[in-house]
């Protein structure tokens, strides 16, 4: 069965702080990875994309691996900012064209 | 660039009333969705288009319609709203599959 899994559900870090977002996928076959950050009350927004290939992808203070062996992501999130504090979604696509989404792990940055 | 707008941003409905929940996308995409998120829950996808004429469903497409009128815009209907179809729905728009999705602002709809 398709299934992405993020860790943890929540986080609570202090400004300033780096923290690490886990993303477990059991999709195939694979065709690319996303993570979107969701503001609360928004719409997502796309963060990066990685195909197969790719194993590390920055954007600004954030950068996402991907292990296709392992079938594991990580999202990095450098020098946390208070602006940071949101949803964030990882969504694996398969060669079906399946979109198949996390839950989610609700980041909370504190002053 | 107004990039994916959606009308209206809030509604209510009672159970049994009809709506349209109305999309457009200025970016010139091929492919287009609609999901809705349950509070505290990740997307599900409801139905989509990928190309201008075609629609297809989704994870959970009982109980709606979709139309892609044309390339810009794309329409979800409720025949016969229930309580359970409360939610907050989203449309997205991407360059075509495999590409990022771009999404408007949603519509939150409560159904009494």
């Known amino acids: 069965k398709n299934q992405v899994e993020q860790s943890p559900q929540s986080l609570i870090i202090l400004e300033g702080k780096n923290c690490t977002l886990q993303c477990n996928y059991t999709v195939s076959p694979f065709s690319n990875l996303r993570w979107y950050k969701q503001d609360t009350g928004r719409g997502p927004v796309s963060l990066t994309i990685?195909?197969?290939s790719e194993n590390t992808k920055s954007n600004g203070r954030y950068t996402a691996t991907l292990d296709a062996d392992t079938k594991q992501s990580s999202l990095h999130i450098t020098a946390s900012q208070l602006s940071d504090s949101a949803s964030y979604i990882c969504?694996?696509?398969?060669?079906?064209?399946?979109?198949?989404w996390g839950a989610g792990t609700k980041l909370i940055i504190k002053p | 660039n107004a990039g994916v707008t959606q009308t209206p941003k809030f509604q209510v409905l009672k159970t049994g009333q009809s709506m349209t929940l109305q999309c457009a996308q200025d970016m010139n995409h091929n492919s287009m969705y609609w999901y809705r998120q349950d509070p505290g829950m990740g997307l599900r996808l409801i139905y989509y288009s990928a190309s201008e004429g075609t629609t297809d469903k989704g994870e959970v497409p009982n109980g709606y319609n979709v139309s892609r009128l044309n390339k810009r815009e794309f329409s979800l209907r409720l025949e016969s709203a229930a309580p359970s179809q409360t939610s907050v729905y989203f449309c997205?728009?991407?360059?075509?599959?495999?590409?990022?999705?771009?999404f408007g602002p949603g519509t939150r709809l409560t159904v009494t």
């Open positions: 990685m195909t197969f």
């Open positions: 969504v694996v696509s398969n060669s079906n064209y399946q979109l198949i």
């Open positions: 997205a728009s991407g360059r075509d599959f495999s590409y990022e999705q771009y």
